[in-house]
Every structure is written in structure tokens, then in C-alpha cells.
């Protein structure tokens, strides 16, 4: 992932970022791009654990609750966070949005990005993760239980099975 930081088409979007209200241009897969004839959209820079920028997290600015990734590759907000919470074994704060997650200013804060993404992997290394409501909270669980089912069937070499 750093040597993707490399390259020059990566650090001039990366770059793009830092200007107020650009326009984007969404898409169904839920990547954007930045294009004058879009709609006003806040973008965040996501940066590594070492604060590296690799991706960039963008939201309309008049409805915060849905975001879109500009590559696709990250999966939390606050990843410093997560690196530091580990360490030190303390508590991560979790917010519901990327929108929720800038204006608290909150060190010790994140916001999944990726809610398909293996959270025990992203997660699990935190000895608690504080959800700003029960909402949230529910939708945590929810998700850890569902990625715990396994996806494949579990049978017994050469036992039949009822269809």
C-alpha cells in the first residue's frame, strides 16, 4: 500500500482533498470523482497509522450520512487511533459517520469506512470500542455476529444429508 502513495496520480488526488466543497461525481459501485458539473461534497484524507494519506473518504455536504471512497482502499477513519488504543490498551470511540467522526476532533476516535470489511480484523485488537449510541452499538454486533457465521456448508466426509 505505501508504494501506491508513490504514485503521482495518487498524491495530486490526495492533494485535490485539501479544497472546500469540490464537486464529485459518484458511482453505484461507491467510488467518486472529483468533476465541476457534480454536486458539493466535503472530502477527508484517510491516513494510515502513520499518517501516510491513502484514500479519501467524500460526503454531500447537505446529507452527511452517505459517503463515497475515491480508491476504495480503506476501511476506518482514525486508523492512528486504533494504533494507538492498541498499544496503550485503552478505548477507541466509535462514530457513525466520516461527518460525525471530523467534527468531534476526537483523538481517540474512528468510523468504519467499510462495513463489509472483517471488523474482528480491524477491530479486535482494542480492548473496547465506546459507540456514540445503542444504535451504534447494535449495528456493531450485528455485524461481528453475521461475519462469525460461516459462508460454506460444514459436512462430515462421507455422511449423507437430507436436501
Given at each position: 500500500m505505501n508504494a501506491?502513495?508513490?504514485?503521482?496520480?495518487?498524491?495530486?488526488?490526495?492533494?485535490?482533498?485539501?479544497?472546500i466543497d469540490p464537486k464529485i461525481l459518484v458511482f453505484d459501485d461507491g467510488s467518486y470523482q472529483p468533476c465541476e458539473g457534480g454536486f458539493?461534497?466535503?472530502?477527508?484524507?484517510?491516513?494510515?497509522?502513520?499518517?501516510?494519506?491513502?484514500?479519501?473518504?467524500?460526503?454531500?455536504?447537505d446529507d452527511p450520512v452517505v459517503w463515497w471512497m475515491r480508491c476504495g482502499l480503506a476501511t476506518v477513519l482514525?486508523?492512528?487511533?486504533?494504533?494507538?488504543?492498541?498499544?496503550?490498551?485503552?478505548?477507541?470511540?466509535?462514530?457513525?459517520?466520516?461527518?460525525?467522526?471530523?467534527?468531534?476532533?476526537?483523538?481517540?476516535?474512528?468510523?468504519?469506512?467499510?462495513?463489509t470489511a472483517n471488523l474482528r480484523l480491524v477491530l479486535g485488537r482494542v480492548p473496547e470500542v465506546r459507540c456514540l449510541s445503542r444504535t451504534l452499538a447494535n449495528e456493531l454486533a450485528q455485524r461481528l455476529q453475521e461475519q462469525v457465521k460461516p459462508r460454506f456448508a460444514i459436512t462430515v466426509r462421507g455422511e449423507r444429508h437430507a436436501a
Open positions: 501506491l502513495i508513490r504514485l503521482p496520480e495518487v498524491s495530486d488526488f490526495i492533494n485535490e482533498c485539501c479544497r458539493p461534497a466535503l472530502q477527508i484524507p484517510v491516513d494510515d497509522r502513520f499518517g501516510v494519506p491513502y484514500d479519501i473518504v467524500a460526503y454531500a455536504v482514525g486508523e492512528h487511533a486504533l494504533f494507538v488504543a492498541e498499544w496503550r490498551g485503552q478505548a477507541v470511540n466509535l462514530y457513525p459517520t466520516p461527518a460525525a467522526w471530523l467534527h468531534s476532533r476526537d483523538y481517540a476516535g474512528v468510523c468504519v469506512l467499510d462495513w
